[in-house]
């Protein structure tokens, strides 16, 4: 924001300061409206010129083309200079062509090889949790054949008159053989299931990766297909799509027409007439783009303000807090009459809508000389501290 010395400040209570980020948000919107009814008017016309210019185009397109040779020096030497330049860009967009399918048949061919190396270290990784499956496996059936052997070498001591007292050593001997042997039973049964798991999760990473690398392939395979068909059909109608080209960008650039007489003299003195509408509409629908985007987002930016403004006097009013004064700059006041000032200008949609580039001169003095983007943040800035500044006072 700039440097406002001592200018003036205009100080107002909270319900003054509501209503006057109202009214500025009312004019805001009045604004709005006003410009999109130039936006109407434009498209609209727009619209009209451009199929007449359309029609006019395809008029002297082909009556160039076939007389090109009979035409002017200065107008035919134009054409091959235009020829020249997009010669040189169509075979710029072949060389592009080119590197690009090298590098994406290279990148598929980088595909293809980690796809394999995915499938070389799942066959690698097989043999080995194989072993230990099996060497599990084995342990397991060793620690049952343990158990059953220590159970039936108690059945037959136990069979004995007064074994249990004769042989109660013994006995204790065996049971605790079988009780660890069932722990490292299930310690293996655990192993056995993690290294179950353990392939079960690595042949599902295998596959997705393989699912990855594979629609990344076929992605480039779509690529190198595309790209190989434009660089066909630019190899083979360069000279076409250059004479076709120059000729498009000549005529739909044409200021000054040459001198011929008869219908296609006529028709290319139109056309010049006619691009300088179709540039101008073009101007002034990018400039009413652009002030209506600019506005529209001033616009919600005031009316969240505003709404915090509304909350802090509805707390005033609840808790009986005192009256303070927000202080506005006449810095923020003059950005603030910006809306009603340009509505007045723009108010006339159908006379802006006979004048495009008059309406974009009006646009582009108000954006370069008031609505920068960093005056609008100073704007939000003054006046959120400004109310800060204000609201302290009840501390």
């Known amino acids: 924001m700039a440097g406002k010395g001592a200018e003036r400040v205009y100080r107002m209570t909270l319900a003054e300061f509501h209503r006057y980020l109202d009214d500025k948000r009312r004019e805001l919107e009045t604004c709005y409206k006003e410009i999109e009814e130039v936006q109407f008017q434009f498209n609209d016309i727009f619209k009209r010129e451009l199929e007449a ?45 080119e590197k690009e399918i090298r590098e994406s048949r290279a990148k598929m061919d980088e595909l293809l090889a980690q796809a394999k190396a995915t499938t070389g270290d799942l066959r690698r990784a097989n043999p080995q949790f194989d072993q230990r499956e099996e060497a599990l496996k084995a342990l397991i059936a060793k620690l049952e054949d343990q158990y059953a052997e220590a159970f039936e070498e108690l059945e037959k001591l136990d069979t004995f008159p007064l074994g249990w007292l004769i042989h109660a050593g013994r006995i204790s001997k065996l049971k605790r053989a079988q009780r660890q042997a069932k722990e490292e039973q299930a310690k293996a049964l655990m192993q056995l299931r993690q290294v179950r798991q353990e392939w079960l999760d690595t042949v599902q990473k295998a596959g ?6 594979r629609q990344q392939w076929e992605q480039l395979g779509v690529r190198v297909a595309e790209a190989e068909s434009r660089r066909a059909y630019l ?32 028709a290319l003195r139109d056309l010049a007439q006619r691009n300088q509408v179709r540039r101008a509409y073009e101007e002034g629908l990018r400039a ?11 616009g919600e930016g005031l009316k969240r303000f505003q709404q915090s403004v509304a ?36 108010k006339d949609e159908k006379q802006m809508g006979r004048h495009p580039l008059e309406f974009s001169q009006i646009v582009s003095q108000y954006v370069k000389g008031r ?22 006072a009840w501390g």
Do not use: M
Not at 314 to 343: C, D, G, H
Not at 373 to 381: K, R
């Open 235 to 266: 190899q083979t109608n360069l000279e076409a799509l250059a004479e076709q080209g120059a000729l498009q960008k000549v005529l739909e650039n044409l200021n000054e027409p040459p001198d011929i007489p008869g219908e296609l003299g006529e």
């Open 53 to 97: 210019w359309k029609e006019k185009l395809a008029f002297c397109y082909p009556r160039v083309a076939a007389r090109r040779r009979e035409l002017p020096p200065a107008f035919a030497q134009l054409i091959d200079r235009a020829e020249a330049e997009e010669r040189a860009r169509l075979q710029a967009e072949i060389a592009g062509l």
């Open 371 to 392: 609505l920068t983007d960093a005056n609008i943040q100073g704007l939000f800035e003054h006046l959120g501290k400004a109310l800060s500044q204000a609201t302290a």
């Open 288 to 298: 009413v783009a652009e002030i209506l985007g600019l506005t529209k987002g001033v």
């Open 208 to 213: 997705e990766k393989q699912a990855e690398l």
């Open 311 to 346: 909350t802090v006097l509805q707390e005033q009013r609840r808790y009986n807090l005192k009256e303070v004064q927000v202080p506005v700059s006449q810095w923020a006041v003059t950005l603030n009459e910006t809306w009603k000032e340009l509505q007045a200008k723009v």
